[in-house]
């Protein structure tokens, strides 16, 4: 969202505010001004704990927009707590309540006290940082947790869904184990099968199930999915079961294969890299490697 649709959307907000507005507060708290348009005359107010959802813009005193909520996509989130700095607008929160818009004015002498060598060069001395926030929600963290929970559990509910329309789709032959992992043997052996803290050499082949490579050590492999891995000596890799070097959805699958053999693992996210997600895999990811292990190498008992 470019700069000029930004002040006309605050503007339709401030228009949209005001017209139902029954309180207009001005003031001042610990050198920081504050104009607040009040959605609702005596609502509720935040308090200390609560969590808040709020849409804002930051600028410079000259119009410069530093961030924005609405550029970034998505409100922000805190939990209101005791104000440790000027800035962190904790003093300013528990005077509004939802659907309020304020517009707060910060003197950047009190932001960069003591720390002056900190202070970029578009906030000289005497300026200030302006916000100008609308609250979104109120929650409680009660309320919060449970819709967290709730998001969650949809998110999980639709990587079940889409881990097992792949399965009908591709007509796999799985078995799982008690974890979660899913998993096919694609080459059998009856050579030797590693156990914990053995050392093997695999190579493999990893993408999502809508087929993007992410990581392969084979070169040819990352040349077809179009993978570029500056640096990368494409070769077969070497871990120590057992000892966290792998997600854990590697280290149960690996014990379930003999040397010489090949498998292909379908890893909920459980096992793989969870909520956080990792680099180009997002949060909530199944994964699918094509593995063959190599060699077993047994740890010196």
Avoid: C, H
């Amino acid at each position: 969202m470019n700069i000029k649709k930004l002040y006309i959307l605050l503007l339709i907000l401030l228009v949209s505010i005001s017209a139902k507005s029954q309180e207009s507060v001005e003031g001042s708290l610990n050198g920081v001004k504050f104009t607040i348009l009040a959605a609702a005359k005596d609502a509720k107010k935040i308090k200390l704990d609560d969590i808040i959802t709020f849409n804002f813009i930051a600028k410079t005193d000259k119009d410069s927009v530093l961030l924005s909520s609405y550029q970034m996509g998505q409100p922000a989130k805190v939990q209101v707590q005791a104000s440790k700095n000027v800035a962190d607008l904790m003093d300013i929160f528990p005077l509004l309540s939802i659907n309020d818009l304020a517009t707060v004015s910060i003197p950047t002498d009190s932001v960069f006290k003591g720390n002056d060598q900190d202070r970029p060069p578009f906030f000289p001395k005497g300026s200030s940082m302006i916000y100008t926030i609308k609250i979104e929600n109120i929650q409680t963290m009660a309320e919060a947790m449970a819709d967290r929970d709730k998001a969650l559990e949809e998110i999980k509910n639709a990587e079940k869904d889409s881990v097992a329309k792949y399965i009908a789709k591709n007509n796999l032959p799985i078995k799982s184990t008690a974890s979660g992992l899913m998993y096919v043997v694609t080459k059998a052996s009856t050579k030797i099968m590693p156990a914990a803290g053995d050392t093997v050499v695999v190579s493999y082949v990893g993408k999502t199930l809508d087929g993007k490579l992410f990581d392969t050590s084979i070169e040819a492999e990352a040349v077809k999915g179009g993978l570029s891995q500056p640096g990368r000596v494409y070769e077969p890799i070497s871990l120590t079961i057992g000892r966290g070097e792998v997600i854990p959805g590697w280290d149960e699958g690996i014990l379930l294969m003999n040397e010489g053999s090949s498998a292909t693992f379908i890893i909920p996210s459980d096992l793989g890299y969870g909520p956080q997600g990792n680099g180009a895999i997002q949060p909530f990811t199944t994964l699918l490697f094509n593995v063959e292990l190599i060699q077993v190498k047994p740890a010196k008992k």
